[in-house]
């Protein structure tokens, strides 16, 4: 092997290593916080505003993404929220389901966190998991295909 092939390997498999702790961590940090919030208690809510809001992604395109905006009460206290569910808000065209089931005036259970009412989720779900782990794979299939191609091209 030469010298430069090492390096290119080396880079790479850093690389990797870099991604997949950082991949790692925040799907293993976002479901440590969704098995705590299983057990956190529930009260009845209820929907003020639902609606969908244009962002510009990444890429410099648009896509919807839902703004729920709700009311509830703990030990006879109101509180508003406005987390649907732990970790990235989901949008594009998930957005229209979650919209459908948080129609404005709609009753909903709301999570709670027992130490800090005033944080609160609808859902205990998080909803882009699947997304973390797909693109977690993502990264690493195209990092071994470049160390392939450095292997054999």
Do not use: C
């Not at 290593?17 to 956190?40: C, P």
């Amino acid at each position: 092997m030469n010298s430069d092939l090492v390096i290119n390997l080396g880079a790479i498999g850093f690389i990797f290593l870099l991604f997949n702790g950082i991949f790692l961590a925040v799907i293993f940090a976002a479901q440590n916080d969704t098995s705590a919030m299983k057990k956190w208690p529930t009260t009845v809510g209820s929907i003020l505003m639902s609606t969908l809001e244009s962002r510009r992604t990444s890429n410099g395109s648009h896509a919807q993404y839902p703004v729920v905006l709700y009311s509830y009460h703990v030990n006879g206290r109101s509180y508003e929220g406005n987390r649907i569910a732990p970790g990235p808000l989901v949008g594009g065209t998930g957005a229209a389901g979650i919209m459908a089931r948080y129609a404005s005036g709609s009753a909903v259970t709301v999570h709670y966190n027992p130490k800090d009412p005033s944080d609160a989720t609808l859902e205990v779900k998080m909803a882009a998991s699947f997304w973390l782990w797909f693109a977690l794979i993502l990264v690493d299939v195209v990092l071994a295909l470049i160390a392939l191609f450095n292997v054999f091209g």
